[in-house]
Antibody, heavy 113, light 107 residues
């Protein structure tokens, strides 16, 4: 059974950094592109970016590429999202997905002082 | 960016009815469209990919179609478990973009 389990969320202050993790199981992680998607409290869905199966290529939403970095460790079957200089508008539930076909349960990030 | 205009924002229908949700793409996306269902408090689940292909395990009462840049999700014979939010997403061009969602209530 495919499972994606995110962690690392919580309450953070504006301007801080945060790293989310997503541990994958039930499939060969290194065979798949992976994505991060976020959903605001108002339910708006926003694609953050993708990473190629070997980590050699990433693609980001233009509005986020200067602050967010996606990486992966195939040996640990883990996907990461490094967020820097966070803002209140980054408050959302962050989902790890196998390019849309499977989704994690999501992790909440709240940016507030 | 490709804009996905989704309608209606909400709808209410009775058990057994058929409903349709639409997404209009701002340009041709060549069938690169997915539909997701999100039940309250849960993560999205893929229903339809490539406009009309049914994801494994999804009931056949869900179907997708397209006409030009207009994409539709039809749900036949509504069941109580169909209540939730529905989103479309285009994957033809980066950045990938979503519709604004449709909240489906079962009366």
């Amino acid at each position: 059974e495919v499972q994606l389990v995110e962690s690392g969320g919580g309450l953070v202050q504006p301007g801080a950094s945060l790293k989310l993790s997503c541990v994958a199981s039930g499939f060969t992680f290194s065979d798949y592109w992976m994505s991060w998607v976020r959903q605001t409290p108002g339910k708006t869905m926003e694609w953050i970016g993708d990473i190629k199966y070997d980590g050699s290529y990433t693609n980001y939403a233009p509005s986020l590429k200067n602050r967010f970095t996606i990486s992966r460790d195939n040996a640990k079957s883990t996907l990461y999202l490094q967020m820097s200089n966070v803002r209140s508008e980054d408050t959302a539930t962050y989902y790890c997905t196998r390019r849309g076909s499977y989704w994690g349960q999501g992790v909440m990030v709240t940016v507030s002082s | 960016d490709i804009q996905m205009t989704q309608s209606p924002a909400s709808l209410s229908a009775s058990l057994g009815e058929t409903v349709s949700i639409e997404c209009l793409a701002s340009e041709d996306i060549y069938s690169n469209l997915a539909w997701y269902q999100q039940k309250p408090g849960k993560s999205p689940q893929l229903l339809i990919y490539y406009a009309s292909s049914l994801q494994d395990g999804v009931p056949s009462r869900f179907s997708g179609s397209e006409s030009g840049t207009q994409y539709s999700l039809e749900i036949n014979s509504l069941q109580p478990e169909d209540e939730g939010d529905y989103f479309c997403q285009q994957s033809y061009k980066f950045p990938l973009t979503f519709g604004s969602g449709t909240k489906l209530e079962i009366k």
